[in-house]
Nanobody
Framework: VQLQASGGGLVQAGGSLRLSCAASQMNFEVNDMDWYRQAPGKQRELVASITSGGSTKYENSVKGRFTISRNNANNLVFLQMNSLRPEDTAVYYC???????????WGQGTLVTVSS
């Protein structure tokens, strides 16, 4: 399994970014996918999840601002981030948990920096 995240960068507060994660060597369309983030000095936290059927869940602080989506034809998962705040600054990770292997898979992370 390979997860390749991209799209991070530096943005001013109130701005937007779109993260992408390209998955390979896995049966993408039948699996749930997640985005996590880890801010400096903090634990990694779940930001958003999308099931194989397209149902979504969000961490409370990003509800109404972030949108997770997926493109099964191209094995892609996205995180559209709007109205960004300085507290959204973190490394964002694409994640997948294999139930058959009981193993977590992580992308390499992409840094999002929101300036005030």
């Amino acid at each position: 399994v390979q997860l390749q995240a991209s799209g991070g960068g530096l943005v001013q507060a109130g701005g937007s970014l779109r993260l992408s994660c390209a998955a390979s060597q896995m049966n993408f369309e039948v699996n749930d996918m997640d985005w996590y983030r880890q801010a400096p000095g903090k634990q990694r936290e779940l930001v958003a999840s999308i099931t194989s059927g397209g149902s979504t869940k969000y961490e409370n602080s990003v509800k109404g601002r972030f949108t997770i989506s997926r493109n099964n034809a191209n094995n892609l998962v996205f995180l559209q981030m709007n109205s960004l705040r300085p507290e959204d600054t973190a490394v964002y990770y694409c994640h997948y948990f294999s139930k058959s292997r009981m193993r977590h898979y992580w992308g390499q992370g992409t840094l999002v920096t929101v300036s005030s």
